[in-house]
């Protein structure tokens, strides 16, 4: 069999490139050793980014009408030191401070549901051919192609990627080696039902979505509790002794223990996982790529891991997809490295590591037993901070394909604005009539100006042209809006990433759309 893109797994992050390379006429093999959907809840918190690839997947509306949590129910957590009955308790992870700034909202749901629709999705679209119940055996390449050998046949692409979990064969053949954090914690996944518990639960903090709970004979590490609907489901996350086994493990005192009371409850599923951060020493390696899993892994701290390989997916499929067409240049593919990668690293330095340093040193100088009033003190600081919500803002600042600031690094430290700011992500603008912007964006690049720059939006478009580069101007803005983004020219990517946004372009807008494909 023969193809443009072979994709080795079909997960959610598989399958969303497998959705972004088939909307655009890529001819794309998933190749995916489960014929079915595991029902394991994971994956649960969809960020207003994520939901905005599924608009641009179309398929936002499926994803919500999957949902098992009423609509409109709060993604907010609870934060407690103990237990969850203790007087330490507060609200944490509030994702709905950031929404004003994307083109759709955050959702709940399993990432079993999600990948449903996903797969649904992908059926649709004539370019993509699924492989389901196919095991991938080896890869390997050339300078001109690539094979995927699976327990089926083999299968040349011109490109593989490899969405295929932590312990990718893919990253592994490719020769791509990967850096380890020193976490060495194993980790108990129980996926139990109590209509207790969430009696319990909504009578002390209201709807409520996850709880953690900070206990201090962990160092550091939490135990979280997140429901699955709002009535019965739930999943549970705790670090257990490492000779812990299904035969060993009380499920029912670890959860007594966790929520500070007893109550009735069925267990339905019960599992072990090490919590580890890995990250990839590259995401690229000639003609073969990895995303997701493959390329970085760490505990479900903060909801990152569907949302960052999700990210992954739409900013490679674009430039897998341009360089296969003939606009973008091959240097473009090098920029997914250096792009995603930063921004990775910082995520795992700068949240999911601090998250657990912080805690970690919050425990061992404070102890409500020794000075209730200065544990009090310092906690209820803690309840003050925003948590890695308003100040988690992935950008690629740093980017060759970008103009951003001088001497600027790509990582995934920032503040949301509704400036238009080189590298980071297009905000909405503020109110005005006239067309949906989300919904005006082009495939390709795209140049948001007022009616005022006309003859500007005509040299992009020339240029573009010359180039054979997809090229949308969207130039019936008005000047307020524009006025709101401090810029009256904004460059879009295809992933909605601002390549360039001011008055006068520094290059000419030749210089401007051929550097921002790498041409």
């Given at each position: 069999?023969?193809?443009q893109?072979?994709?080795?797994g ?17 001819a ?16 649960q ?16 509306d ?6 098992l949590?009423?609509?409109?129910y ?5 934060n ?47 370019a993509?051919?699924?492989l ?11 300078p ?6 699976t327990?089926?046949g083999?299968?040349e ?24 954090s ?14 207790e ?9 209201g ?9 201090p ?11 699955v ?9 705790a ?6 086994d ?18 009735r ?22 003609r073969?790529f ?5 390329a ?15 990210e ?5 499929g ?37 998250f ?8 061992a100088?404070y ?29 690629y ?15 995934a430290?920032?503040?949301h ?23 005006v ?15 500007v ?21 008005s000047?307020?809006?524009?006025a ?27 210089g ?8």
């Amino acid at each position: 069999m023969r193809t443009q893109v072979a994709i080795v797994g079909g997960g959610p992050v598989g399958l969303g490139l497998a959705i972004e390379l088939g909307q655009r006429d890529i001819a794309t093999v998933v190749i995916e050793k489960s014929e079915s959907v595991h029902r394991i809840p994971k994956g649960q918190n969809l960020t207003q980014r994520t939901m905005e690839h599924f608009r641009s997947w179309r398929v936002e509306d499926e994803v919500r009408a999957a949902r098992l949590m009423p609509p409109g129910y709060p993604a907010v957590g609870v934060n407690a030191y103990g237990d969850l009955v203790s007087r330490w308790a507060h609200p944490w992870f509030r994702r709905s401070q950031v929404g004003q700034y994307y083109f759709a909202a955050n959702e709940r749901l399993p990432q079993y549901l999600t990948e449903q629709v996903l797969r649904d999705r992908v059926e649709s679209l004539a370019a993509v051919t699924t492989l389901y119940g196919s095991q991938a055996t080896s890869i390997a390449q050339d300078p001109d192609v690539a094979w995927v050998t699976t327990d089926q046949g083999r299968i040349e692409a011109r490109y593989v990627v490899g969405c295929d979990g932590s312990h990718s064969i893919v990253r592994r053949q490719a020769g791509i080696g990967e850096e380890r954090s020193p976490h060495d914690k194993r980790m108990v996944l129980l996926v139990f039902r109590s209509r207790e518990l969430h009696q319990l639960l909504e009578d002390r903090f209201g709807p409520a979505s996850f709880f953690n709970v900070l206990d201090p004979a962990l160092d550091g590490y939490w135990r979280f509790l997140g429901r699955v609907d709002v009535g019965e489901s739930w999943f549970f996350h705790a670090p257990v002794a490492a000779d812990v086994d299904e035969t060993s493990i009380d499920s029912a005192r670890l959860l007594y223990d966790t929520v500070g009371a007893r109550f009735r409850l069925e267990v339905d599923y019960t599992g072990f996982w090490d919590l580890r951060i890995a990250i990839a020493d590259a995401y690229q390696r000639g003609r073969v790529f990895i995303a997701g899993d493959a390329a970085h892994s760490h505990p479900p701290y903060g909801g990152y891991g569907i949302n960052t390989g999700l990210e992954d997916a739409r900013n490679l499929g674009w430039k897998l997809a341009a360089v296969i067409q003939g606009w973008g240049g091959e240097a473009l593919l090098d920029s997914y490295t250096e792009e995603r990668r930063p921004v990775f690293v910082s995520t795992a330095q700068d949240f999911i590591e601090a998250f657990i340093a912080n805690d970690r040193a919050f425990i061992a100088e404070y102890h409500p037993e020794e000075d209730e009033g200065a544990f009090t003190e310092a906690w209820d600081q803690r309840r003050a901070g925003t948590h890695g919500v308003s100040d988690f803002e992935p950008h690629y600042e740093g980017s060759p394909i970008v103009w951003g600031p001088a001497g600027s690094r790509s990582g995934a430290v920032g503040s949301h604005t509704f400036q238009a700011r080189a590298g980071h992500h297009l905000p909405p603008p503020g109110p005005s009539p006239g067309r949906d912007l989300f919904e005006v964006l082009g495939p390709g690049l795209t140049l948001i100006t007022s009616g005022r720059r006309a003859s500007v939006a005509a040299e992009f478009t020339s240029a573009a042209r010359s180039l054979g580069i997809p090229f949308t101007v969207v130039g019936d803005r008005s000047d307020g809006e524009m006025a709101d983004y401090e810029a009256t020219m904004i460059l879009v990517r295809p992933d909605h990433y601002i390549s360039w946004a001011g008055a006068s372009p520094p290059t000419g807008p030749a210089g401007l759309v051929a550097g921002a494909v790498a041409r």
